[in-house]
């Protein structure tokens, strides 16, 4: 007999009660339990970053991450970046601007860990972008467009707002 475990998390903003086998991983949930399917599987072994979710705000691997670990948790996805009427985000758009993507099967993972890492790190530097990013696997792109894209992005959160008169 399968040992279950109900566990709550919140998941783009939208609180869920699942019903799990206890050594379900995080990516498994998202993905077949929730579908969610922009957090994609690579390797399985946390190496490439494509199951990159933010965990409570830090960049975490899903693949490695037992799901009953999210108990209590605020997970984002790629999911949650778009605006509900498919506008892209700042991070997004960036990303199409300076051609940050190819294939696109590993842009999910390095969109959360720029996510993320811009959230912790907004007055980053570029070889602090490349030392975050070569933390994730990208076989097209060669990392270049990458950092443009978040360095662009991180240089216009950067800017200060303008002041009412």
């Given at each position: 007999?399968?040992?279950?475990?109900?566990?709550?998390?919140?998941?783009?903003g939208e609180r869920h009660?699942?019903?799990i086998e206890p050594r379900r991983t995080l990516v498994d949930v998202l993905r077949?339990?929730?579908g969610l399917t922009g957090?994609?599987?690579g390797c399985e072994h946390g190496v490439c970053g494509a199951c990159t979710v933010l965990v409570d705000g830090a960049p975490m691997r899903a693949c490695l991450m037992f799901a009953a670990q999210a108990e209590g948790a605020d997970v984002r996805t790629v999911e949650s970046l778009a605006a509900p009427d498919?506008?892209?985000n700042d991070l997004q758009q960036c990303f199409s601007a300076n051609h940050g993507l190819q294939c696109g099967f590993c842009t999910?993972?390095?969109l959360m860990l720029a996510e993320g890492f811009l959230a912790e790190r907004p007055d980053a530097t570029k070889?602090?972008?490349?030392?975050?990013?070569?933390a994730n696997l990208c076989r097209c792109t060669g990392y270049q467009t990458i950092v443009e894209a978040i360095d662009e992005c991180a240089?216009?959160?950067?800017?200060?707002?303008?002041?009412?008169?």
């Amino acid at each position: 007999m399968n040992e279950v475990q109900l566990i709550e998390l919140t998941v783009n903003g939208e609180r869920h009660e699942l019903a799990i086998e206890p050594r379900r991983t995080l990516v498994d949930v998202l993905r077949h339990d929730l579908g969610l399917t922009g957090t994609h599987v690579g390797c399985e072994h946390g190496v490439c970053g494509a199951c990159t979710v933010l965990v409570d705000g830090a960049p975490m691997r899903a693949c490695l991450m037992f799901a009953a670990q999210a108990e209590g948790a605020d997970v984002r996805t790629v999911e949650s970046l778009a605006a509900p009427d498919g506008t892209l985000n700042d991070l997004q758009q960036c990303f199409s601007a300076n051609h940050g993507l190819q294939c696109g099967f590993c842009t999910p993972g390095f969109l959360m860990l720029a996510e993320g890492f811009l959230a912790e790190r907004p007055d980053a530097t570029k070889e602090e972008i490349r030392d975050v990013v070569a933390a994730n696997l990208c076989r097209c792109t060669g990392y270049q467009t990458i950092v443009e894209a978040i360095d662009e992005c991180a240089r216009a959160r950067r800017v200060p707002e303008r002041e009412s008169a």
